[in-house]
């Protein structure tokens, strides 16, 4: 299958996903629609039933310095995009949808990724991209990346028809504030977070927000 086609299909499944939280069917077709189209968005070593994986196409093959170079004309290297997904998916799900601690503060990820940043990248510009990209150490955010993948499936396999509907509770939108985890520049990514139901949530940031930076990161590794 080539690339454009894979693309259809991730765009079919979203569509696919939307239209099941559009007419209410069942939790357990929602979820497994979910989980397919997470475990596709994530390497084969989050959802090894997955058919393929976006993420393992475009980067196994990639090298450290693809993985740290801004092209000319572009915004990002692949480095920030895998650390932004990571981030966003770990703050999203974890804090706001479960109302837990973040992967990446249980797990020490600041020090392990030697990241000059914590937050998610959100509003901030090509010095701060370029900063994180010659840091950050590209194997052990992978490791993050995995890690916050396998704790989201948890997340959603535990929510009940009910948590579709609830909106985001503004004390977990205040922790992310209070850790960190949003650069003062990108507050916009809160007020949009805080206006969405978890239904929302599970349409965006692990899903729909993933598919664009994967088609994002394929335009940067034809430009290396």
């Not at 390497?43 to 196994?60: F, G, H, K, M």
């Not at 994180?132 to 929510?159: H, I, K, N, P, W």
């Not at 960190?180 to 520049?185: C, E, K, S, V």
């Not at 949530?201 to 590794?221: D, F, K, V």
Request: charged share 25%.
């Amino acid at each position: 299958m080539s690339l454009q086609e894979h693309r259809k299909e991730l765009n079919s499944l979203q569509k696919e996903l939307r239209n099941a939280f559009t007419i209410d069917a069942g939790v357990g077709e929602i979820i497994a629609k979910f989980l397919h189209l997470h475990g596709i968005l994530h390497s084969a070593r989050v959802a090894p039933e997955a058919p393929w994986s976006y993420e393992d196409l475009l980067l196994e093959e990639l090298d450290e310095d693809g993985f740290r170079q801004v092209p000319d004309g572009q915004e990002h290297s692949v480095a920030w995009i895998v650390w932004h997904l990571s981030r966003i998916e770990d703050v999203t799900m974890n804090l706001l949808v479960a109302g837990r601690d973040q992967v990446f503060c249980t797990g020490g990820w600041r020090q392990k990724t030697r990241s000059p940043i914590q937050h998610t990248g959100n509003g901030t510009g090509l010095e701060v991209v370029r900063a994180l990209s010659a840091a950050v150490d590209v194997s052990t955010l992978r490791e993050y990346r995995f890690a916050v993948g396998q704790a989201t499936r948890e997340v959603v396999q535990a929510l009940t028809g009910l948590d579709f509907h609830r909106k985001v509770e503004s004390d977990r939108l205040q922790r992310i504030l209070d850790e960190g985890a949003i650069d003062p520049l990108g507050m916009d990514a809160v007020d949009y977070w805080g206006s969405r139901d978890m239904a929302g949530l599970l349409l965006m940031p692990p899903t729909r927000h993933t598919i664009i930076h994967w088609n994002e990161a394929h335009r940067i590794i034809q430009k290396l």
